[in-house]
């Protein structure tokens, strides 16, 4: 869809011209044409700049920054300038500022400051917004428009706190069934009178020691539900402000926390975003299936549709204890890691380096000593210049996946929320060991979510699916009826959309599809293994392997057991179970297996459904496939520090990025990139 406006993989950042003297910004345009940038994320934090006091606009300023943008061929992201209030706004309507978790009232200060819930904030986040689309309507700079930034906090205000109350006068119509939903029978919580419901902040519910810990689980998961939608409706009323007046605007805003930024529920967000974007900030180490994981998110968050990569950094960020630079190629692999996955847009933080304030010394493309002869100008303006000579080729190109991995943040809240097995239990944690057998195997996964059509995957993976919500079980029931093969975890089918526990059996309303009972969740702690013992050989698999985290006691109940613990009291009780469903069938683990596990174990369902990997390359070779136009084209991604062997048998091949035509047995260097158009398949 977004294609549609994109020339070409768009690239370039954020951009602060008014942090400047002016003298300055022709020669960020020459700068700019140098390395092939053609859009400029600007008016970000500017809002001070922009509305001096109550009564005053300008934006004098940012005309000329428009106008010059344009005259070089550089389009702009507009932001609304909304994600930090002036100073004067905080001293004249002190209800724009937070109240911390701890009751905290918070002074003018740093940015991302505004409570949600501040009818200062609303309004004048609002009319910013439609001024600036009043203004810019017909500025042929203006590609997409950019609200806030990396949106979302949470603020314990009375305000917030009455709206809260509304939201869940909304969601249950009366106190009897809140009191229900939220257990409140237990330590004494029955309310009588809506405005007996206070905030579960750390002065009522947290429990403390810095975790998400809460007393009420109920009344937490809905009020991260209630401050998820608070700051939706932020956005909707600034990008529906932009609307009004531009009906056919593209908006959006930058999702933050590497796309799983926990406090924002992204799949409920999506749909009112026309492309979904996010900032990465991976370290060094970071494995690069981390990434692979999150750029698979985000392409899923809009049901396969592209995406922007809206912020990385070209060299270093700031904010670590530790913060060492990209080494050599690692941006531009990085790069073309997100395109592999789905991004039409490579931009960074930030196209010039600021001289003052905290982020002084977080990379940027031109650097403090302002001119290009830098290795990370000449880095970024090589990949500029390469993604000009790509063109449109791979926009809105798909990738085609058997397997679903299906992701809930409401399932993510809830697991983490306390009271359960081991604090040590991470959804992520979990949703990343399994995504990484696949990653490992190079074949295709899709982030799915609970509306998605379960009925175009052969395989649906559902790690640590703890809360069921209403019609998942019959969903998924459907889906191995008709053959599907369905993959859960220990700690599945506890409770309900509410954290409710289902009574009679765990994995309560998954029982059936799973043909198991469980009995008891032993956890185990972080050093602590046991192992699963095959029955049979399960593909590459036979034997004893490691398993950890936590081991259950699981009674079969007409599924076929696979494999069994190896020690302790439940020691030959099943570890691994097969259930046959209708035409599918439905697997449980009832512990943590190790990642070589999980990567053979999967591998053997893909083959059984003849989901072959997409190439068959050494450890640390990445590997995808985009489509188009009934076009393949293949991304081969050396993150090793070795050169590595690629085997690409006997099709004959074009790299795009280097113009040769391939075949056969082919080095790639360290930290290089294949990106393969195949011209005839093999004979
Ligand atoms: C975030 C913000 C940017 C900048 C970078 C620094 O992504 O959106 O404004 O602060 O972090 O890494
Ligand atoms: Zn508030």
Redesign the pocket.
Known sequence: MISRKFPKVLYGG?YNPEQFPKDIWDEDMRLFQLAGIDIATVN??SWALNQPDEHTYQFDWLDEVLNKLHENGVYACMGTSTAAHPAWMARKYPDILTVTADGKKRKFGKRHNSCPHSPTYRHYATAMARKLAERYRDHPAVLLWHVS??IGNRCYCERCEQGFREWLKKRYGTLEELNRAWYTRFWSHTFYDWDEIVLPSNLSEGMGGGSDQTAFQGITLDFYRFNSDSWLDCYLLEANAIKEVIPDAMVTT?F?GNGTYKPLDYFKWAPHLDVAAL?I?PENHTPESYMALRYDLMRGIKDGAPFMLM?Q?PSV???KTVNPQKRPDVMRLRSYQAIARGAESIMF??LRRSLGAY?KF?GAVIDHVGHEHTRIFRECAELGQELKQLGSVLLDARQPSKVGILFDWNNWWAVELGGGPSAHLKYLDQVQHYYDAFYDSRIPVDVIHEQSDFSQYEIIIAPLLYMVKPGMAEKLEQFAKQGGTFVTTFYSGIVNESDLVTAGGYPGELRKLLGIWVEEIDAMFPDQRNTMVLNAPLGALSGEHPCSLVCEVVHPEGAETVAVFGSDYYQGSPALTRNRFGEGEAWYAATQPSREFIRSWMRRLCEEKQIKPLLDVPAGVEVTKREKDGVSYVFILNHTEKPQMIALGTGRYEDLLTGRSLSGDQELAPKKVMLLQLTSESK
């Open positions: 954020d970000v934090f930034n990396e930058n933050q900032d900030y912020e950094t960020i700031n904010w933080f930030q982020e977080h």
